[in-house]
């Protein structure tokens, strides 16, 4: 399986987040947010 290259920085993993807490964010808006988050890289656990 192939790894994805393209990261979201965490800038843009912030604001994407907000998009996705805004209840008034469209629909287009929340699937382009959802879509930057899947590219962050896993957290590590503690």
Known sequence: MK???E???PRA???A???L???R???AAK???ASALTQ????KTK
Do not use: M
């Open 3 to 5: 790894r994805k290259s």
């Open 7 to 9: 990261v979201t920085s």
């Open 13 to 15: 993993a912030s604001a």
């Open 17 to 19: 987040s907000k998009v």
């Open 21 to 23: 807490r805004d209840p």
């Open 25 to 27: 964010s469209s629909k």
């Open 31 to 33: 699937t382009a947010a």
């Open 40 to 43: 962050r890289p896993n957290r």
